[in-house]
């Protein structure tokens, strides 16, 4: 996936390149290359701001063969709010990412759940006087579908508010990554990968007959969610990886063809980098590909300040390479959003076989963060 990423980021240039100079009427943008503006320093810095806005979440060295653990937090109720549950959200996607885990796109029933449970209350001594709220987090790391519980870890966090709500909010917001937490999901994640290594054959399985049926989202989740360190799974997940990526995006592709049309019609004057990118996310053989490549042409053809275009070619990389990111957090986000019902569905499962108190860890208290909507998971993703 890594390497499929950068051909597309080179192919990019070269879409436009070509678009460009063709024989044309009018002004035309004709970008010529090495005439950028920055220096390498200042598009080394200019990158390393995109990451930095990105709060590392999203790179795709250190996480896109990472283990990964779909975030779990409370159910929202009268005493957690929607805002709680979104604070502690985000934070805790900042943690996995802080420790080398990605916290979507990848096999639901490896879950990071956080379980939040109130013990003092009261008011502050100050002038004026504030609400402040203690609660005790408890994290554990489990397969959901079977049970197993690889590894738990507490935390006691404490808010202070004008209100009850922004105490409440406060305290979200303190969860940190401690040391506890951090030996914790390193633990757990060799656990994983030893999951996975020794359920090989129903790995490969599943993601076969994910792929015999036509439902890519799903095959495509799986391959993404075995990590480098499962040597023989991952090896598989490699040799099929680009084919079932192809085939996911091209049941995507239309998707995105109607997107980089209304995303043409938002910048008729100057060029916007998510067309780009979503250029290069339709698969060349996809059936609508030539009717976005021509769209795609006309678009380039139409910009009318070439001041403008010069500047946004300067500055395209980054912007587009952000862009192509959030599409494919976004591919990944609904892959995984695909096998959540499965995943449910095999626990309540498992739990009526078995009914050990062992496979209750689901119960009503948690929620995937998945059911957020994945519109508000790139916000946490992209702040």
Known sequence: MKTHRII????LPCLILCACNKPQQGKVYQPRQKQSAMTDEQRQAAITQKKAEMNGLLDSASYQNAVKLTIW???????FPQGAAETLAA???QITSQNGIAGYGGNPSFVLAAEVTPFEQGVTAT????????????????????GEIFGASQQDVMGVGDSETMAMLNAMQSVASDDALQNMLKQSSQKIVNWYESHKSTVIGQINNYVRIGNYAKAYAMLISIPEEAKSCFEYAQKHLDEVHNLYLNQ??????QRMLSAMAENEGSYNPTVGAY?????LNAPVYAKAEKAFNEYIQRI???????????????????AIEKIR?????KAQEALIAQSEADVRMEQARQETEQTNIVGDKFVSIITFGIEKLLGFLFL
């Open 279 to 283: 250029m290069v996310s339709i698969p």
């Open 91 to 93: 934070r805790m996607l």
């Open 73 to 79: 937090v409370p159910k929202v109720t009268e005493t």
């Open 304 to 322: 009318q300040s070439i001041a403008d275009a010069q500047r946004a070619h300067e500055m395209y990389m980054e912007e587009e390479q952000l």
């Open 329 to 333: 957090a976004e591919s990944e986000l």
């Open 8 to 11: 597309l980021a080179l192919v």
């Open 252 to 257: 995507l592709s239309n998707e995105y063809y």
């Open 127 to 146: 002038a004026p006087a504030k609400t402040y709220i203690r609660y005790k987090v408890n994290f554990f790391v489990a397969n959901v579908t079977s």
